[in-house]
């Protein structure tokens, strides 16, 4: 039999030993797999296996998922269905009144008024109660009044009370506190107004009624009466076709910083429910005791000027 030519280097020679594989064959494979040592397994510790402690791991259990690193600049994400929609609570700053944190990194609050069906059916006056979110749909607060029932009935929207701000932890961060006043007063002896708490029994703060004719007006004042920012309404208060908004302006009263507006939420809940939505926009850096005020005042002006008042003229 003939034998291949030499000098092409495939197949290579082989040495007929009587040895199975024999000698030779295979060829030795050029650079693989590579020599014990030379990169190959890739030694413990250097990359491979990925080590357990290492963030983004976790051991191989059904439903692990890996964690995700919050990146600098954008905001967390929201929590899946099911596991609550509560904002997480960031870390409070030096002189922070207790949870009060969570207005740190917002300028911005949706207040969602509950829905009462006693009332929207019956017209019964009931304790208003509040959602209150950032603009995430994260719930911050959940606020709640605490009226006796006689209280309710006999003054109508007009009527004094007391509220909780309360936070994810059913603590009371906030307490609102409006006395009774004329509300029918042209003269400036019994103009309304709203004390802030926060935490509860200490005062940060008051909103006022300022005396005017035509134009609704308010002063933000903090714990020592002196005035911080002003609040200006619209000629018309009524918003059944649109948001009416209330300018929050500086202490001069010569810039607007934010707004506090009542949404318009359709004719049929307007017409037929007492279920007021707002929303509320203030400079992020604002004092928080500032920005808690803020808030009370949305509550006084709901009372004053959205309340519905006609069920209880027909009582």
């Given at each position: 039999?003939?034998?291949?030519?030499?000098?092409?280097?495939?197949?290579?020679?082989?040495?007929?030993?009587?040895?199975?594989?024999?000698?030779?064959?295979?060829?030795?494979?050029?650079?693989?797999?590579?020599?014990?040592?030379?990169?190959?397994?890739?030694?413990?510790?250097?990359?491979?296996?990925?080590?357990?402690?290492?963030?983004?791991?976790?051991?191989?259990?059904?439903?692990?998922?890996?964690?995700?690193?919050?990146?600098?600049?954008?905001?967390?994400?929201?929590?899946?269905?099911?596991?609550?929609m509560?904002?997480?609570?960031?870390?409070?700053?030096?002189?922070?009144?207790?949870?009060?944190?969570y207005?740190?990194?917002?300028n911005?609050?949706?207040?969602?008024?509950?829905?009462?069906?006693?009332?929207?059916?019956?017209?019964?006056?009931t304790?208003?109660?509040?959602?209150?979110?950032?603009?995430?749909?994260?719930q911050?607060?959940?606020?709640?009044?605490?009226?006796?029932?006689c209280?309710?009935?006999?003054?109508?929207?007009?009527?004094?009370?007391?509220?909780?701000?309360?936070?994810?932890?059913?603590?009371?961060?906030?307490?609102?506190?409006?006395?009774?006043?004329?509300?029918?007063?042209?003269?400036?002896?019994?103009?309304?107004?709203?004390?802030?708490?926060?935490?509860?029994?200490?005062?940060?703060?008051?909103?006022v009624?300022d005396?005017?004719?035509?134009?609704?007006?308010?002063?933000?004042?903090?714990?020592?009466?002196?005035?911080?920012?002003?609040?200006?309404?619209?000629?018309?208060?009524?918003?059944?076709?649109?948001?009416?908004?209330?300018?929050?302006?500086?202490?001069?009263g010569?810039?607007?910083?934010?707004?506090?507006?009542?949404?318009?939420?359709?004719?049929?809940?307007?017409?037929?429910?007492?279920?007021?939505?707002?929303?509320?926009?203030?400079?992020?850096?604002?004092?928080?005791?500032?920005?808690?005020?803020?808030?009370?005042s949305?509550?006084?002006?709901?009372?004053?000027?959205?309340?519905?008042?006609?069920?209880?003229?027909?009582?």
């Amino acid at each position: 039999m003939a034998q291949p030519q030499q000098g092409y280097g495939y197949p290579p020679p082989v040495e007929h030993t009587g040895a199975y594989p024999p000698q030779g064959y295979p060829p030795p494979q050029q650079g693989y797999p590579p020599p014990q040592g030379q990169g190959y397994p890739p030694p413990q510790g250097q990359g491979y296996p990925p080590p357990q402690q290492q963030p983004g791991y976790g051991p191989a259990q059904p439903g692990y998922a890996p964690p995700v690193s919050q990146q600098p600049g954008y905001p967390a994400a929201a929590p899946a269905q099911g596991q609550g929609m509560w904002m997480p609570a960031p870390q409070p700053p030096p002189d922070c009144p207790p949870g009060l944190e969570y207005l740190t990194q917002i300028n911005q609050l949706l207040i969602q008024q509950q829905v009462e069906l006693l009332e929207a059916f019956t017209g019964f006056e009931t304790n208003n109660k509040y959602k209150i979110t950032n603009n995430l749909g994260q719930q911050v607060y959940f606020a709640a009044e605490d009226t006796d029932c006689c209280t309710r009935q006999c003054c109508g929207p007009g009527r004094p009370f007391e509220m909780k701000i309360l936070d994810n932890f059913q603590r009371e961060i906030i307490h609102l506190t409006r006395p009774l006043r004329c509300s029918s007063c042209w003269f400036p002896c019994c103009l309304q107004e709203i004390e802030v708490q926060a935490p509860p029994g200490t005062v940060v703060g008051y909103c006022v009624q300022d005396w005017s004719i035509c134009i609704p007006k308010f002063s933000i004042q903090n714990a020592n009466r002196e005035t911080v920012l002003k609040i200006e309404g619209p000629f018309c208060q009524c918003n059944i076709c649109g948001d009416v908004e209330f300018n929050v302006l500086s202490a001069d009263g010569q810039n607007e910083v934010g707004k506090i507006s009542k949404q318009w939420t359709g004719l049929v809940k307007e017409m037929f429910t007492d279920a007021d939505n707002f929303g509320i926009t203030f400079p992020m850096d604002l004092d928080v005791k500032m920005k808690a005020v803020v808030l009370g005042s949305c509550f006084l002006i709901d009372f004053m000027f959205f309340e519905e008042a006609q069920k209880h003229d027909d009582n």
